[in-house]
């Protein structure tokens, strides 16, 4: 039997808030906290909407995911987002101890590994879940804006 909760399960939902990122002009990255093979935390960029360059994904997360735990550290959490963390993100996810990352598209220009950004020691990351899908719906993004 297929284990119906896996890495790609959830970055289909993490894709999910990307669509609607996209749909509202947002660079689309989605983003989704898993706790015990539940969802406690779902978001998607908000910089644009907001006006804010901290908006993104993962950071609303984050905060999503404290607020419905009632505390700031996400240790037995696993972080899906549609795209690699940034150097900002990556700094946050330190701070909230998060157990695993799991994205799908490379960020190889401002991502949190070719920036060399440290992680907290004990988080594990897994990349290219859905990278082509991920990536792709980037391409799309960024071909129409270009028009």
Same mark, same amino acid.
């Not at 998607?44 to 908006?55: C, I, K, M, R, S």
């Given at each position: ?67 419905? !735990?009632?505390?700031?550290? !996400?240790?037995?959490?696993? !972080? ?38 440290? !992680? ?28």
């Amino acid at each position: 039997m297929i284990q119906p909760f896996d890495d790609i399960y959830f970055m289909k939902k993490a894709l999910n808030e990307a669509e609607i990122a996209f749909d509202k002009g947002e660079v689309p990255v989605g983003a989704v906290i898993v706790m015990q093979n539940q969802i406690i935390a779902k978001a998607h960029n908000l910089t644009e909407t907001l006006g804010d360059v901290t908006a993104h994904a993962e950071m609303q997360v984050f905060t999503a995911a404290a607020n419905y !735990l009632g505390g700031k550290f !996400l240790k037995e959490c696993t !972080l899906y987002v549609t795209l690699e963390p940034c150097q900002m993100c990556a700094g946050a996810s330190y701070w909230t101890q998060i157990g695993k990352i799991v994205y799908g598209a490379s960020e190889p220009k401002r991502g949190f590994k070719a920036l060399n950004t440290t !992680l907290h020691p004990k988080t594990e990351v897994v990349n290219g879940i859905l990278e082509e899908e991920c990536a792709d719906l980037l391409k799309r993004f960024f071909r129409n804006r270009r028009g």
